[in-house]
């Protein structure tokens, strides 16, 4: 994936079932027509026949190994890239690597338990199909056709472990579609096998994007034997209340164990105090398919639904779901998804979902103490990254559709303050007008996942923020983050999130000329067009921080604490300062909360590490960042700017 693009794709891209009060109720599709996105007659048949030499092979019935390969990538092969949970090719055969742990969901670099987060066997399927077919590792990830024959492998072994044979009754292989889930539950397992045999019930038909034209013929006489999951001797799934607002119709259904750690939030000492707001990139189904697959590494406590603002929960609010791609965030967060496309997202972000959204978040922000402002309800293009590379990797998701304005008035927690020129060295909330703040953003085929966009291309659309420029002229060059560009301009791209501020976001003025504002940011003046103060309100009531001596601040993206503070036996976490990132001396940045202890949690035996030092949230470029308050010092701002009034 382009670095500055970096959007997660979900492994399943297409899911049939609805939802049911149990989990994942399978419903057949209908085939597709043959006027696909290839076109008639332009498509090739090579995958379809790679599909049936390998279940010749390994002697798997081909419906079945055509309904799992189906439900794992849609029959796409990503060349030699993986899903952002360590898959590759059309099955989906996961090879995850501590790499993939410390920048993915999980955001986990620094962690001493790193390369145990990353050793669950079933994030290692390729593995075990390279030993099985004498294929290489790179074989498996590369080329279609070896993937397949290590999928069918994979599957034709368990179903002996299930069966003691090779059936040709479809039925029959319902067990071992299960056992291929690598779920070590039977609610987990159970979901994943009723969505295939529901593929091969309805059929499914489709054009890959690299032109390969694959069919699978509905059998819908096909009754699987789901007795056959007993003989999986998985764990029964404790029963897991939803919980949700009496308004919000809300079901429960597993995500992966792979994509989150058991804890006791915050009994346990580890605080709620952010709630994350995030879009699948995918519709609900396929979300909530794609979330409960057990190889997947990623996961979230809640999915919203577009149409009406149903809700699936996935994971408990006491447990840290790998989520927010940093785990010092993951700790302390809640996140929720949302059906839809950034690129697209004020055709996805409807009134409905808003609405359940605000029930929802007022009733965790009312359970955990959460308070209801733009610093502890962020989109997860506002989380900090924990490393450089970790910033780089960071998603952009909700985008510059979700419009902040409007959901914090649902939330009765409106942006508040004065509209009119701010002078130097007060803080402003940055606050353009949705409905008339009209930006150009260009959008690329790379950061529209439906395949609706197939050339880069400029829109004009109502946005959440404003762009950031190197002087007060708009002609003159972006700012480009350094995360992002190194010492480079920044882009008008529709993913490059360096450029801009955010409706919500409060900022120091550092000065003032004519139409224009500047702010400090990202260690770096930048201006923004605020004709009479019309993209900004006043802001007061909130703390700054600045460097306490000469030399530039130290700027973090997690809060572990020092090595020597961690118990005998458990192995430290360790973190160091994000490369290009300081707070200047004469720089001030606002401080989204109270300086909090630095702390650390291992799942492996429940317990919470807190140290002795201290850091702040700092609102410090499009994200946040961390500094240690023994670095700075803070500054309250608790009055009016009306008058020209100084802090104090």
């Known amino acids: 994936m382009h670095k500055k693009r970096t959007r997660r794709r979900l492994s399943v891209a297409i899911a049939v079932g609805t939802l049911a009060a149990g989990g994942l109720a399978a419903l057949p599709i209908t085939a597709l027509a043959d006027t696909t996105s290839g076109g008639s007659g332009t498509a090739d048949a090579a995958r379809q026949q790679e599909f049936a030499s390998a279940a010749a092979e390994y002697h798997v019935p081909p419906s079945v190994l055509l309904g799992l390969a189906y439900q794992e990538s849609a029959w796409e092969s990503h060349g030699a890239r993986a899903s952002s949970d360590g898959g590759y090719g059309p099955l989906h055969l996961t090879d995850v690597t501590p790499a993939m742990m410390a920048v993915g969901g999980a955001g986990a670099a620094g962690r001493s338990d790193l390369a145990s987060m990353a050793a669950n066997p079933a994030l290692h399927t390729l593995r075990a199909a390279a030993t099985l077919t004498g294929l290489s590792a790179e074989a498996l990830r590369t080329d279609p056709a070896a993937n397949i024959r290590g999928g069918a492998a994979l599957l034709a072994s368990y179903e002996k472990e299930v069966t003691g044979g090779a059936p040709t009754d479809p039925a029959q292989w319902y067990g071992a579609v299960a056992r291929y889930s690598q779920s070590p539950q039977q609610r987990g397992a159970a979901g994943f096998a009723d969505r295939v045999f529901g593929t091969i019930r309805g059929g499914a038909a489709t054009d890959t994007e690299d032109g390969q034209r694959v069919r699978l013929t509905a059998s819908p006489a096909v009754r699987p034997a789901t007795a056959q999951l007993g003989r999986l001797h998985l764990k029964a799934s404790a029963a897991t209340d939803t919980e949700c607002p009496p308004a919000v119709q809300c079901t429960f259904v597993a995500g992966s164990p792979a994509g989150l750690q058991v804890s006791d939030r915050p009994a346990n000492g580890l605080k709620i105090d952010t709630i994350v707001i995030h879009d699948l990139e995918s519709s609900y189904d396929a ?5 409960a697959n057990p190889t997947n590494g990623v996961s979230t406590h809640y999915v919203m639904r577009s149409s009406d603002g149903a809700v699936t929960q996935m994971v408990p609010t006491k447990d840290i779901a790998f989520q927010a791609g940093d785990y010092s965030t993951n700790l302390h967060s809640i996140g929720i998804e949302h059906e839809g496309y950034a690129v697209q997202g004020a055709t996805w972000y409807t009134e409905a979902q808003y609405e359940a959204t605000a029930d929802l978040v007022t009733y965790l922000a009312h359970r955990f103490g959460i308070p209801l402002d733009r610093q502890h309800i962020l989109g997860h293009d506002n989380v900090a990254g924990p490393s450089l590379s970790g910033v780089r990797a960071q ?31 007060s803080v402003v909330t940055i606050d353009p007008a949705f409905d008339t703040n009209v930006q150009t953003v260009q959008v690329c085929p790379i950061d529209d996942p439906t395949g609706a966009t197939t050339a880069c291309t400029d829109r004009q659309q109502e946005s959440n923020f404003v762009y950031l420029r190197t002087a007060p002229d708009a002609s003159a060059p972006l700012f480009g983050d350094q995360a992002i560009h190194g010492t480079g301009p920044g882009t ?14 409060q900022f120091v003025v550092a000065d003032q000329q004519g139409d224009w504002t500047a702010i400090w940011y990202s260690g770096a003046e930048v201006w923004f067009f605020n004709p009479g103060g019309q993209n900004t309100k006043q802001a007061y009531g909130v703390q700054t921080v600045s460097a306490a001596g000469t030399a530039p601040v130290a700027v973090y993206g997690s809060s572990y604490p020092d090595a020597a503070e961690y118990p005998a036996g458990l192995g430290a976490s360790t973190q160091a300062p994000i490369s290009g990132y300081t707070v200047p001396p004469g720089q001030a940045y606002v401080a989204t909360q109270p300086p909090f202890a630095t702390v650390d949690y291992f799942k492996s035996s429940g317990t919470v590490v807190t140290g002795a030092k201290t850091m702040y949230t700092i609102q410090f470029n499009h994200r946040v960042a961390l500094v240690y308050s023994g670095d700075v010092t803070a500054t309250p701002v608790t009055r009016h700017w009306e008058d020209g009034g100084a802090a104090h």
């Open 287 to 291: 979300g909530v398919a794609g979330l």
């Open 395 to 425: 998603h952009w998701d909700p985008g510059p559709s979700w419009d902040w304005d409007h959901f914090m008035r649902l939330l009765n927690a409106p942006l508040s303050g004065l509209r009119g020129t701010s002078p130097v060295g």
């Open 492 to 505: 008008d791209e529709i993913s490059d999130w360096g450029s801009t501020a955010v409706a919500g976001q």
